[in-house]
């Protein structure tokens, strides 16, 4: 048993509802909340605004496939992103796009030695809004002496539940996310790039994919590789959610991880 939202104003209505609880489910009303998402037409959608919150509840379901809409580009989104905003700090936040959407190139704080960390694919967090996640990535990186962190994703596609993610993967949004791994890159003379992405890699075919295109992106800008915490039996690097603030980082081959899969 699960439960259908609807919002009228202020007001939050409860409906009792089969099987419906963080996906996208059989709905039988219409609730929409200040462009937060809507379920008509017996689907849950999500608009591009912001994401369902309650209390500590916070998820996005993705509300169509990306290819149903137009990408911006990275370059064009990072332009953006360097101009003054009124929601939050630009001279403290890398945050492209720079408006909440169906998908998320790069979040993070700027500093002068970064830690990039990679996880699959991003949820709700937006600057001053991090989630538990990226609060662990921002306290691991400083115990490790970086003065910054940039959460980057495989994919771009923001689900908070992965097997939300499109079952294809968007080549156009896969092309503009490289871009954006290329960026954080030239950020700094020695990258450092921490693969975070648990076990959930395996939710998708194409994710490995990703991942190999990353690694020649990073072997051109001489980048090294970090996990932290126990792997997998599978090989998988650690999710940074349950990592202890002091954990270390390691070497990680990421061309043998990958030849395994």
């Known amino acids: 048993m699960g439960w259908c939202f609807s919002f009228f104003g202020d007001c939050l209505l409860f409906a009792e509802f089969a099987e419906m609880y963080f996906s996208v489910k059989e709905t039988r009303s219409f609730g929409f909340c200040g462009g937060i998402w809507v379920a008509a037409a017996g689907k849950m959608c999500y608009t591009k605004e912001k994401s369902f919150k309650k209390g500590d509840l916070a998820m996005h379901i993705p509300g169509c496939p990306t290819s149903e809409m137009e990408i911006m580009t990275f370059a064009d989104a990072l332009t953006a992103a360097q101009q003054p905003c009124e929601e ?114 395996e939710q998708r075919n194409y994710l490995p994919d990703c991942v190999r295109d990353m690694i020649d992106i990073g072997h051109q800008r001489g980048a090294r590789w970090y996990t932290a915490g126990k792997r997998s039996k599978k090989g998988h690097p650690h999710h940074p959610l349950y990592l202890r603030k002091d954990s270390l980082l390691e070497d990680f081959d990421a061309a043998a991880y990958c030849d395994s899969l």
Request: with cysteine.
């Open 88 to 201: 939050y700090d630009v001279s403290r936040w890398l945050y492209v796009p720079n408006t909440y959407g169906e998908y998320r190139y790069i979040l993070g704080t700027k500093g002068e030695k970064p830690l990039i960390c990679v996880g699959v694919n991003p949820s709700t967090a937006a600057p001053g809004d991090l989630d538990n996640t990226l609060k662990s990535v921002e306290r691991v990186a400083l115990h490790n002496g970086f003065d910054s962190f940039i959460m980057f994703n495989v994919y771009a596609q923001r689900a908070t539940r992965p097997q939300d993610m499109e079952q294809e993967r968007n080549e156009e949004l896969h092309r503009q996310n490289m871009a954006a791994f290329d960026y954080v890159l030239s950020l700094s003379e020695a990258p450092a790039v921490w693969a975070a992405w648990g076990t959930v890699i």
